[in-house]
């Protein structure tokens, strides 16, 4: 039986990872009050061969679930059942907008928690413990609802390899660093094809950009060295038993230098057989 927990912040799109994950054949209990977790996953297992692919959803709507929910994960490791926790996370300007332009009311708001600002911090505080336990985490700051699809089907596509995902990020500085990465890599001191006119609206995913980056010695040097460091932790990580590792790399705009990097080191390592993919997550911002 393959069990996926999902939970994270409350308008980080969920529902829409849910609905990606019954594409892939999962069957998808939503809004699962916390202390059912080890009885259905016990009743799963006395029914295998029916569903086979679960996912649980747990999140705020249920008002215990920052009490109990990680004691009913330690429950499931007593028991010694196998599971996966998936946290999706947004930035709180973006749930902030979410709920302003879908006008719903956030679940831990009530008649003594009115706004909406404070919700979303004692959500946020509240969740520490369960994100850091988290096997995946998905930042959707800046992921439409297709490409959250995307991420969910890299993640669980029964096609996919059970090893160790590896991710790497393209990004930008002056729209943050990802929430989600575990390794982050400045680029701003490579040459910046930005400043040569016939480069400046292509994107490292060009070979043209590609090249000019690539080809510098900082260039070659520098990912020699950063691939190195790479192939030492991927077996580190492994046996610590992460589902995950996201690899990011900056530059000031996302769009040049960052997804450059990212491109090569997500092709070297599927040539070295890991299963890697690649998100560039600012390249089509203006």
């Known amino acids: 039986m393959e069990l996926v927990i999902v939970t994270g912040m409350s308008g980080a799109g969920k529902s829409v990872a849910v609905n990606a994950m019954e594409d892939l054949g999962f069957f998808c209990v939503d809004n699962l009050p916390p ?9 799963s297992i006395g029914t295998k061969g029916k569903n086979d692919r679960i996912a649980l959803v747990v999140d705020a709507r249920s008002k215990n679930v920052f009490t109990s929910l990680n004691e009913e994960i330690n429950l499931l490791d007593e028991n010694k059942i196998r599971y996966k926790l998936l946290f999706l996370d947004a930035s709180d300007e973006v749930l902030l907008n979410r709920y302003k332009e879908t006008r719903r009311k956030h679940p831990l ?3 003594e928690l009115t ?13 520490e413990t369960i994100r850091s336990r988290a096997d995946y985490i998905l930042d959707t700051t800046f ?20 090893r160790m995902q590896i991710k790497t990020v393209s990004f930008g500085y002056k729209y943050g ?13 490579l040459p910046n094809p930005y400043y040569v ?21 900082q260039a070659e040097s520098l990912f020699l060295k950063l691939i190195d460091l790479i192939e030492y932790l991927i077996p580190l990580y492994t046996e610590e038993g992460k589902s995950q590792l996201v690899i990011a790399y900056g530059c000031t705009g ?3 230098r960052s997804v450059s990097f990212a491109r090569r080191t997500a092709e ?7 299963p890697a993919v690649t998100q560039h997550r600012d390249i089509e911002r203006v």
Do not use: C, W
């Open 115 to 127: 706004s909406l600002e404070k919700a979303i911090d004692l959500e946020r505080t509240s969740f």
């Open 268 to 274: 070297y390592l599927k040539e070295k057989g890991f």
């Open 197 to 217: 006119p016939e480069l400046r609206e292509k994107t490292g995913l060009q070979d043209e950009v590609f090249h000019y980056v690539m080809e510098t010695e």
């Open 254 to 256: 996302g769009k040049h």
């Open 109 to 111: 708001m009530d008649s």
């Open 177 to 189: 660093i990802p929430n989600d990465a575990d390794l982050v890599f400045d680029l701003r001191y």
């Open 35 to 43: 202390q059912f977790l080890l009885q259905f996953a016990q009743l």
């Open 143 to 162: 992921l439409s609802s297709q490409k959250l699809k995307k991420e969910v089907n890299n993640l669980f596509s029964v096609e996919g390899n059970h």
